[in-house]
């Protein structure tokens, strides 16, 4: 029976799909029977054949291929992050939806050398390579470094986990706008994922102090379970080494912190 009120011709979608069964077809194979049809009146009844094929395939082969796999309404959309200057892309990793805080220009210090490796999650603001990392050194600390690198997201446990994607060290020698774009590893991070920056000073008494969001803005990830009024903003590594960057870490390890601490601001470009 043809749809209603609808031509019993169908000039495109039952014409190249007659030689198949349901069970057979495939979301690409629907999508390319469906891509030149321009969404207008006088091609109401192939669009309506459309929706109908593709409700029948459905409930036939039990898959919702096709339907989910471009994207939900649910998945995070991140803000254009704030950016230190106007004439590069640079993404600060701190100040996006929905685990960023407010601008600041907090000098973060003591969190820097809190001996193990702190994490803080971030939603990626964009699709691409980590190309540079940039972070503003405040007070500087001739010899030493700040160790930083991103990792992916487990999803059971919303906790950092397995080998770094990329990582690097910033000198502190001098103040200012620090770039590093000797990075080890490659970063390919997808818009909308969830992933994990992480950041730890090469020694256990650092003077040094780089710009960052204070406390008071930074969004808490969780709770000390004695005290569900004390909330925590970073997560740390437990089973890593002192004052040296966890390059691969677990979540055995990985632990909420039941400290709250000011987050340094990194920005990154991406090519």
Not at 8 to 31: F, G
Not at 34 to 61: G, H, S, W, Y
Not at 104 to 119: Q, R
Not at 152 to 174: E, K, Q, R, V
Request: hydrophobic share 35%; glycine share 8%; net charge negative.
């Amino acid at each position: 029976m043809p749809l209603p009120d609808a031509d019993k011709r169908s000039p495109r979608v039952y014409t190249l799909l007659q030689n198949l069964d349901l069970e057979n077809i495939t979301a690409d194979t629907l999508a390319d029977v469906a891509d030149p049809i321009a969404i207008e009146e006088q091609n109401e009844d192939e669009l309506r054949r459309v929706c109908l094929v593709a409700f029948a395939r459905m409930v036939t082969k039990g898959s919702f291929d096709g339907w989910l796999s471009g994207g939900s309404i649910m998945s995070p959309t991140p803000m254009m992050a704030q950016a230190y200057s106007s004439s590069t892309d640079q993404f600060v990793l701190g100040n996006g939806q929905p685990w960023g805080a407010t601008a600041s220009s907090t000098a973060v210090g003591s969190e820097l050398s809190s001996n193990y490796t702190l994490f803080r999650p971030f939603i990626s603001p964009n699709s691409g390579d980590v190309g540079d990392v940039v972070v503003y050194v405040a007070t500087a600390a001739a010899g030493e470094a700040l160790e930083f690198g991103i990792w992916a997201n487990d999803d059971d446990t919303g906790l950092p986990t397995g080998d770094a994607l990329t990582h690097c060290s910033f000198p502190l020698d001098s103040t200012g706008i620090i770039t590093q774009d000797s990075l080890t590893g490659t970063a390919t991070l997808v818009r909308g994922t969830q992933y994990h920056f992480g950041y730890v000073a090469d020694t256990s008494s650092t003077s040094a102090r780089v710009n960052g969001f204070d406390v008071s803005t930074v969004p808490t990830i969780g709770v000390v379970a004695a005290n569900p009024l004390q909330q925590r903003t970073v997560i740390f590594d437990t089973g890593g080494t002192v004052n040296q960057l966890d390059t691969t870490i677990t979540t055995t390890t990985a632990d909420w912190s039941s400290k709250q601490y000011d987050v340094p601001a990194f920005s990154v470009t991406f090519t």
